[in-house]
């Protein structure tokens, strides 16, 4: 899978790799294991040394391996989340109609007062209820112009 590795180095860490001369050779050594497909450097908005790194993971039991070099050798912060191309994006096409239709289902059965049990669907009822949690804490509608008439 496709992730995203953001690391933040301080700069207090990162000033005393620069000092002893370590910090490019350490980056390297630990982008050489890691083989990402990208990586770019910045400044992070907290003013430390950063890295966005792109790379393959295999397997979850990757993450230590991942991380620990960045946390042994600058006591870095480290986030992982997967990411996607255009082109994965484009491929999730269906399953983001199948999610807009459970959706619909949901905001359906919510107006019309139907929970949805008692009947075979195949709606997933923990997205529903959490739904029904989020619509009665919604502020009520206003009626629309018609019904004020009345």
């Not at 393959?56 to 990757?62: A, E, H, I, Y």
């Amino acid at each position: 899978m496709r992730m995203l590795l953001r690391v933040s180095i301080p700069v207090e860490a990162g000033n005393a790799a620069a000092k002893a001369g370590t910090l490019g050779s350490t980056i390297e050594g630990i982008l050489a294991d890691l083989k990402p497909e990208a990586a770019y450097f910045l400044a992070d908005d907290s003013g430390n040394r950063s890295g966005s790194i792109v790379f393959d993971m295999k397997d979850t039991s990757q993450i230590p391996a991942v991380a620990e070099p960045w946390f042994l050798a600058f006591n870095a912060k480290v986030s992982l989340r997967p990411v996607m191309t255009a082109e994965d994006l484009g491929k999730a096409g269906p399953s983001i109609g199948k999610a807009v239709k459970i959706r619909e289902v949901a905001t359906t059965a919510i107006r019309e007062g139907d929970d949805h049990s008692g009947h075979d669907c195949r709606c997933d009822h923990r997205i529903l209820s959490g739904y029904a949690v989020t619509q009665e804490q919604s502020p009520p509608q206003r009626p629309r112009p018609a019904e004020r008439l009345q």
